[in-house]
T-cell receptor
């Protein structure tokens, strides 16, 4: 397997524009996580899905952020409209849920998308 | 919600020296994960601990989870420049939510 694939790797956009980040999880994994990493706030969990269903989106900062997972092999994180403070590295990760349901197995991370909003 | 505190925030050690990074949880840990990140790259999984008192090793890195399952330590023996990076601890909680500490930046001087 090629691992978790994110695209694009780098994105530079102007304030006010719509930005869409994409993620392809590892085949067979049933959990997908979106994180944002900045120097100030570290690695923040934005939202996560189980079997394509959003479970917890309490980390999504504002209504400008939305995420979807239309099928098991694809997810998007959209920011509309984008603002300079959204500049960060966005990571997608996937994992296989534990049979016991108490915790997930280790998560595998993509290489991230470095977003710059000017 | 689950909160993880890592210490120290950053660390500079001389090559060959040992070091320890700590991770403390506000709640009982059901799964504790250690990851390493190089600048500009994704996180690489190191180890996962589940049971109180559990200890795992990989090459020169050893991680332990205390009996109460609220604190973990990562110990590197005879550090090398290749060990430099950011070390993050992550915790699984009810509902399979996976959150992370702020990270510890490690620099190794040769």
């Amino acid at each position: 397997d090629a691992g978790v694939i994110q695209s694009p790797r780098h994105e530079v956009t102007e304030m006010g524009q719509e930005v869409t980040l994409r993620c392809k999880p590892i085949s067979g994994h049933d959990y997908l996580f979106w994180y944002r990493q900045t120097m100030m706030r570290g690695l923040e969990l934005l939202i996560y899905f189980n079997n394509n269903v959003p479970i917890d989106d309490s980390g999504m900062p504002e209504d400008r952020f939305s995420a979807k997972m239309p099928n098991a092999s694809f997810s998007t994180l959209k920011i509309q409209p984008s603002e300079p403070r959204d500049s960060a590295v966005y990571f997608c990760a996937s994992s296989l849920g534990s049979l016991k349901g108490a915790w997930v197995s280790e998560a595998f991370f993509g290489q991230g998308t470095r977003l710059t909003v000017v | 919600s689950q909160e993880l505190e890592q210490s120290p925030q950053s660390l500079i050690v001389q090559e060959g020296k040992n070091l320890t990074i700590n991770c403390t949880s506000s709640k009982t840990l059901y799964g504790l994960y250690w990851y390493k990140q190089k600048y500009g790259e994704g996180l690489i999984f190191l180890m996962m601990l589940q049971k109180g008192g559990e200890e795992k090793s990989h090459e020169k890195i050893t991680a332990k989870l205390d009996e109460k399952k609220q604190q973990s330590s990562l110990h590197i023996t005879a550090s090398q420049p290749s060990h430099a990076g950011i070390y993050l601890c992550g915790a699984g909680s009810y509902g399979n939510k996976l959150v992370f500490g702020a990270g510890t930046i490690l620099r190794v001087k040769s």
